[in-house]
């Protein structure tokens, strides 16, 4: 059960949609219910763009949407207010939950761009179209994605999610990635 003080938000349950997880609540900001947030995307400025979110209370269970009052970037940051949130005790509660939002609320990738979560599952090949895993994990290294796949034969490695490494084609209505022959590739990015 989420902490007391969040009794204003009503109950807490598991969503009946698919969510995505944009962040956690880090503090509260001012006396007027303003709290911030370190997105976990690198357009921090798309936040604003959503009506509505779910905080979570770290177990699997969220609140219902929650309009947003208020949103602006700080730096890298998003602050923001929710309706029915206008003090600072009641940002100070918020501190520490999840912030989410309903997947279909995502807005639509334009042509060749793709949300990470997609990519989670998809088979990859070489050139050949011989499968050599499956990617398990993303993260950023600060200057793009890096895909983690779980390979064939049973061991992990690291691909850069760039263009000159891998493509992006769809098969027989499946999609797939396709690494481009860089030699050596494989072998300097495979675990130890």
Known sequence: MPDERLNFLGEY????????ILGVVAKARGLKGEVAFQPL??????FCRYRAVRLGDGRGNFSRPIPIAACRVVKNTVAFRLVDVETRERAEALVGCV????ARDLPAPEEDEYYWRELI?????DADMKRLGAVTALFDNGAHGVLVVAGDNGEEFLLPMV???????????R????LAP?????????DA
């Not at 349950?13 to 995505?20: A, C, G, L, R, T």
């Not at 263009?163 to 209505?173: E, K, N, P």
């Open 99 to 102: 912030i989410a939002v309903d």
């Open 182 to 190: 860089i030699s050596g590739l494989l072998d300097a990015n495979r």
């Open 163 to 173: 263009r000159s490494v891998i493509s992006q084609t769809t098969i027989d209505g």
């Open 41 to 46: 995307s690198r357009q921090p400025a798309t």
């Open 13 to 20: 349950s598991s969503p009946e949609h698919e969510i995505v």
């Open 175 to 178: 999609q797939l990635l396709v």
């Open 121 to 125: 599952g998809l088979d990859v090949c």
